[in-house]
């Protein structure tokens, strides 16, 4: 089935640490994004990819970093300069940059920091 | 003044009621808008599109007024199963989406 998987589901970090969250699509999606959810606030995005090797930031893209070395692959590593890393992150991807209306999310992974 | 605004609720209605609720946005360049439906501690997934003269899927309709910039969904015959959160989505020419935080809706038995 195509989709899109994040792993893990519930990540747990001490603070002053790095840690990397993964997201993987075989829908052969073209343009990827990475948002954080927040209680009560609206997805905020992080980083975006409309193609290979090319990543763009988002709204709130301090603390955060991306690479796109596969079209299939958009990792996103919260750094320890991200001072407040504890939400909900969102993986998503749309066939290509002019259909970024229609995203196609993954499951998500839950980030709390110790 | 934030991009895109929803009345958080909860909307607690019975089975079988209609349910309505608004959502707000700032940018008079806004494009395209939609809604998206998320159940609890999941992703979102797109729930429709807004077009200009309005648009049913079912028993949902949105509206939208570009004048007051504001849309609308409505809920016909409400079931157990429309429980979720519904974000309010907004594009502009950027090929980016504004969320908004959501408005929550029960339905109960």
């Known amino acids: 089935d195509g989709g899109i998987t994040q792993s893990p589901k519930y990540l747990f970090r001490k603070e002053g640490q790095n840690v990397t969250l993964s997201c993987e699509q075989n829908l052969n999606h073209d343009a990827m994004y990475w948002y954080r959810q927040d209680p009560g606030q609206g997805l905020r995005l992080i980083y975006y990819s409309q193609i290979v090797n090319d990543f763009q930031k988002g709204d709130i893209a301090e603390g955060y970093s991306v690479s796109r070395e596969k079209k299939e692959s958009f990792p996103l590593t919260v750094t320890s300069a991200q001072k407040n890393p504890t939400a909900f992150y969102l993986c998503a991807s749309t066939k290509d940059r002019s259909s970024y209306n229609e995203q196609f999310f993954g499951p998500g992974t839950r980030l709390t920091v110790l | ?109």
């Open chain 2, 1 to 109: 003044r934030k991009e895109v605004e929803q009345d958080p609720g909860p909307f607690n209605v019975p089975e079988g009621a209609t349910v309505a609720f608004n959502c707000t946005y700032s940018n008079s360049a806004s494009q395209s808008f939609f809604w998206y439906r998320q159940d609890c501690r999941k992703e979102p997934k797109l729930l429709m599109s807004v077009y200009s003269s309005g648009n049913e899927d079912g028993r949902f309709t949105a509206q939208l007024n570009r004048a007051s910039q504001y849309i609308s969904l409505l809920i016909r015959d409400s079931k157990l199963s429309d429980s979720a959160t519904y974000l309010c989505v907004v594009t502009h020419n950027d090929y980016k989406l504004s969320f908004g935080a959501g408005t929550t809706v029960t339905v109960r038995a």
